[in-house]
């Protein structure tokens, strides 16, 4: 199975730059591409870049959540700076989280492996907690050995 564990975490706050995602959330291929579109125009347009320079660490969050009965994505940082003004401030809730650890070749291959394997495999499979909604985000935390190496966030609660 893959490689994850529970951890308790304070609440934290991610300011990030939106996209609503139009695909059907059974889509993959389709939401996965609307994201990998999204953080490609947010990287070459430089708003990404300045949210960068703002941050108060090294980690980029790609962060999902459902606001107003839509699928959001975001691209944010942890920051304690004043947001740009498009940006939206994302709050997690301290508790319990399903962390599931993994690595990729690019960012957009982490996110995918991991949102795979937390909602593909490990959800369905472990008793004793479940995931009930709230933001959930793939944590980018650095590279080596040529990979570019994260964990996935979600919060749960126990059953």
Same mark, same amino acid.
């Given at each position: 199975m893959a490689n994850f564990n529970l951890e308790e975490k304070d609440s934290f706050t991610v300011v990030g730059l939106g996209t609503e995602i139009k695909s059907d959330y059974t889509d993959f291929g389709g939401v996965n591409k609307e994201k990998a579109d999204f953080w490609?125009?947010?990287?070459?347009?430089?708003?990404?870049?300045?949210?960068?320079?703002?941050?108060?660490?090294?980690?980029?969050? !790609?962060?999902?959540? !459902?606001?107003?009965?839509?699928?959001?994505?975001? !691209?944010?940082?942890?920051?304690? !700076?004043?947001?740009?003004?498009?940006?939206?401030?994302?709050?997690?809730?301290?508790?319990?989280?399903l962390v599931v650890k993994g690595e990729g070749k690019t960012p957009d291959e982490l996110n995918v492996t991991l949102t795979g394997i937390a909602f593909g495999e490990v959800l369905p499979e472990v008793e004793g907690f479940s995931y009930v909604g709230g933001p959930n985000a793939t944590v980018e935390m650095g590279e080596r050995n040529g990979l570019v190496f994260g964990e996935m966030w979600i919060p749960v609660v126990r059953k």
């Open positions: 490609q125009a947010v990287s070459q347009d430089g708003r990404f870049d300045h949210l960068k320079s703002i941050a108060k660490n090294d980690y980029i969050f !790609a962060v999902n959540e !459902a606001v107003n009965n839509k699928m959001m994505h975001y !691209a944010g940082v942890m920051t304690e !700076a004043s947001p740009p003004e498009e940006a939206r401030v994302i709050q997690f809730p301290k508790g319990e989280y």
